[in-house]
């Protein structure tokens, strides 16, 4: 099989081109024409010259990820199915609002942490993607918005690691990943606007401190070590304190002055006065503040496996003002695309208990094989064309 190009960061293309007789220029063409102008196929590239486009062709494509469905909410939410092979998927939400258009990646089929309120956790863990299998979502994504909105102009203005995978965990295809999206040459994302989420593990926060600082959510779901261990199975090898002094230490690399603590609100597990006061305590223990985090409050979302409840109305305010009169800038998230099931802690590849991924994906590749109007034979329906 022919070497996929979205694998590569623009350092790793300036190798390629070097070990093919190539300037490096050549190298920063060819990454413009694969991510600023979503081009599929190297005889679009007009300014490459033919000897290269000819070199291209006979050892390298790109390869973006076949879309198996997509799903729009009444809301705006645009949730895809993407075909990653061996009978698995993964899903990508784009969400658009007032003053930002944010693409949620995944980073892992599957997810290894068995977070209990997500119903990631709960399908398992299959593998890590590919650098070009994280990068084809972003790629996919902005270049059928902007044929879907017909503007030239870029769509995606922030995105975050917060779909199905821990990314941390995934830190060899991430960080490569994250430079693509921040290149000037690329997507030209800012630091401030790429999110990377993290249930805490521990070296790999520092890690990204010194190779990619972007901004970080951590998902604590817990004031104490006891109740986290039973929501987040991750906090026994890396409890709170090892975790809260790892937020502290990656301060002084975020393009932020805050960190994101992210806080599923579940009905009577860790929604109660107490345990606003206990979060509020544990927060602000080494006396330096309530300016070096915001606490965003996530209502869960039910699903059938989890045997967990959302928190009334009445206990996530309650919650969120405890907070906020202690001196925390205190966020409830908005619920979106719930009636397609992209909301916060729903993503789960189409759990094969409820939709029978497999058939549909066997189902996509031969649908994907038959030539129709506007699609080359063997191109993947609703793979982008040429941007």
Not at 1 to 13: K, Q, S
Not at 272 to 293: F, I
Not at 316 to 338: E, N, P
Not at 369 to 380: E, M, N, S, Y
Request: with cysteine.
């Amino acid at each position: 099989m022919a070497t996929n190009l979205l694998d590569y960061d623009l350092e790793g293309l300036a190798a390629l081109c070097d070990r093919l007789g190539e300037k490096r220029f050549r190298a920063t063409q060819l990454f413009r024409w694969i991510h600023q102008k979503g081009a599929r196929h190297f005889d679009d590239m007009t300014d490459l010259a033919k000897s290269l486009r000819s070199k291209l062709a006979g050892q390298f494509e790109i390869r973006a990820l076949p879309v198996v469905s997509e799903h729009i909410s009444a809301d705006g939410t645009i949730k895809w199915l993407f075909d990653v092979g061996s009978g698995e998927a993964v899903e990508a939400v784009f969400i658009p609002e007032a003053d930002r258009a944010t693409l949620c990646i995944s980073s892992q089929a599957g997810c290894a942490v068995g977070c209990r309120f997500c119903s990631t956790g709960h399908q398992g863990f299959s593998r890590n993607l590919t650098v070009g299998e994280i990068v084809s979502q972003l790629w996919f994504a902005e270049h059928f918005l902007r044929r879907h909105l017909s503007t030239n102009e870029r769509v995606i203005s922030n995105v975050v690691m917060m779909g199905m995978g821990e990314p941390l965990q995934n830190y060899a295809a991430l960080v490569p990943a994250l430079r693509v999206m921040l290149d000037d040459h690329g997507y030209g994302l800012s630091r401030r606007r790429v999110t990377v989420s993290t249930s805490g593990v521990v070296p790999m926060i520092d890690r990204l401190g010194q190779d990619c600082p972007v901004a970080l959510a951590v998902s604590l779901h817990a004031p104490d070590d006891a109740l986290r261990d039973s929501l987040v199975p991750l906090n026994r090898k890396y409890p709170l304190s090892e975790l809260l002094a790892a937020c502290r230490r990656y301060l002084a690399f975020s393009p932020r002055d805050f960190l994101t603590l992210e806080y599923c609100m579940l009905d009577g597990v860790n929604d109660t006065p107490q345990h606003a006061r206990e979060l509020v305590a544990l927060l602000t223990a080494d006396h330096r503040g309530t300016q070096w985090c915001k606490i965003n409050l996530i209502p869960f979302n039910p699903f059938p496996a989890s045997g967990l409840n959302r928190s009334s109305s009445p206990a996530i305010v309650g919650f969120a003002k405890a907070l906020s009169d202690a001196g925390f800038v205190t966020t409830v998230r908005k619920t979106r695309g719930d009636d397609i099931d992209a909301a916060c802690g729903q993503l789960a590849g189409d759990v094969r208990d409820r939709t029978s991924v497999h058939r549909r994906i066997s189902v996509q590749r031969k649908v994907a094989l038959v030539p129709v109007a506007g699609t080359a034979a063997g191109q993947p329906v609703g793979a982008t064309s040429n941007g």
